[in-house]
């Protein structure tokens, strides 16, 4: 009687747990031309998001990153991996990076954001959901380091698309 109990109490957080999560596949797009600093930058900004949906009890993937900004304009191209995974959404990010690093006073390089544009596409229903751009210099001003930027912007960027998905699943 003890071990069917503990069995139904795993199953049960098992559909618990692929019932209301979500799974997201989160894919980055950059300008092949980006300075190598850019790199470094880019895995933070994955980074961040794939632990803020982690924290969220989503369950989420990535793709490697892509260097040309077409794959971003396709969204047939994110649908089609997104089926491949069977996944329920892909988030695409464009970091669109300055082409030279800037330096801060201390001596350290960073690659300065211009922008990070994203969507958020819903695989089972073939559309993009919402698409939006955030201005890396609205993240700048009020940093001492400015190099954070990017992990700011990220942050941001799960907020808004987790709002997203959560609309699309009807919550």
Same mark, same amino acid.
């Given at each position: ?21 979500? *799974? ?11 300075? &190598? !600093? ?5 895995? +933070?900004? &994955?980074?961040?998001?794939? *632990? %803020?949906?982690?924290?969220? +009890?989503? !369950?989420? *993937? ?10 971003? /304009? +396709? =969204?047939?191209?994110?649908?089609e991996k997104?089926? &491949?995974?069977?996944? =329920? ?6 970091? +669109?990076?300055? $082409? ?8 350290k390089t960073?690659?300065k954001i ?18 939006? $751009?955030? &201005?890396?210099?609205?993240?700048? /001003?009020?940093? =001492?380091?400015?190099?954070? %930027?990017?992990?700011?912007? %990220?942050?941001?960027? %799960? ?8 609309? =699309?699943?009807?919550?």
């Amino acid at each position: 009687m003890k071990n069917i109990k503990k069995l139904f109490m795993v199953l049960f957080l098992v559909i618990c747990t692929f019932g209301w999560s979500s *799974t997201i596949c989160l894919s980055v797009v950059q300008p092949s031309d980006s300075p &190598e !600093i850019s790199k470094e930058t880019t895995r +933070d900004i &994955e980074s961040v998001i794939l *632990t %803020a949906f982690y924290d969220l +009890d989503e !369950i989420v *993937t990535n793709s490697g990153v892509l260097y040309d900004k077409k794959y971003f /304009k +396709d =969204d047939k191209y994110f649908i089609e991996k997104g089926i &491949e995974g069977q996944e =329920d959404y892909v988030l695409v990010l464009y970091v +669109d990076y300055d $082409s030279v690093p800037e330096r801060i006073p201390e001596g350290k390089t960073y690659a300065k954001i211009k922008k990070i544009s994203y969507k958020v596409i819903s695989v089972k229903n073939q559309e993009t959901l919402s698409s939006k $751009s955030v &201005e890396g210099k609205k993240f700048t /001003k009020k940093l =001492d380091d400015p190099s954070k %930027a990017g992990t700011l912007m %990220a942050e941001y960027i %799960a907020r808004e698309a987790y709002k997203v998905i959560l609309k =699309d699943k009807g919550y």
